[in-house]
């Protein structure tokens, strides 16, 4: 069985990663947006300028924003989850002393760090599959110009 001491220890060191999480979503969203407002520019004007562009050069911007996207989209449900699960311990333990106004702030913190976790993942994921889009097309003019070229 495992030892009082060593649960103990676990519960300090889980503890400690509620406020790491809370700043990894914030952090998480601020580049959600951030990402969501170049995708807006990519649309307008920047990706004009790649139809016309080397392959290669593409290829490595487009790789580059698609991995941001991806990141973002599995890491943000991922912190949320972390995020929910951290402070329900504490919940149930105040619950079990019938303190329920620091069951009220757990679950308060637990179900706001889900929804943006959500949040992030899912305007992260919507960002990379139009992004997909975007990038497919230009690679296929690309590629046609290519072509005419040789």
């Known amino acids: 069985m495992i030892h009082g001491l060593t649960l103990g220890i676990l519960h300090q060191i889980v503890g400690w990663l ?7 979503l914030g952090l998480a969203l601020l580049l959600t947006l951030w ?3 170049i995708a807006l520019a990519e649309r307008t004007a920047t990706l004009a300028r790649y139809r016309n562009g080397e392959a290669a050069r593409f290829e490595g911007y487009a ?10 989209a599995r890491s943000g449900p991922i912190l ?15 619950l079990s ?18 929804v943006i976790g ?8 919507m960002i990379g599959r139009v992004r997909r889009r975007w990038y497919e097309s230009v690679w296929q003019t690309l590629e046609v110009a290519h072509r005419e070229h040789i």
Do not use: C
């Open 35 to 37: 990402e969501l407002g």
């Open 18 to 24: 509620l406020y790491p999480v809370i700043a990894g």
């Open 118 to 125: 959500l949040l992030v993942g899912l305007v992260a994921y």
């Open 97 to 114: 002393s019938g303190n329920i106004d620091i069951l009220a702030t757990a679950l308060t913190v637990a179900f706001d760090t889900t």
């Open 63 to 72: 790789l580059r924003r698609l991995e941001r996207a991806d990141l973002l």
């Open 80 to 94: 949320g989850l972390m995020g929910t699960l951290i402070p329900l311990g504490p919940g149930l333990v105040a």
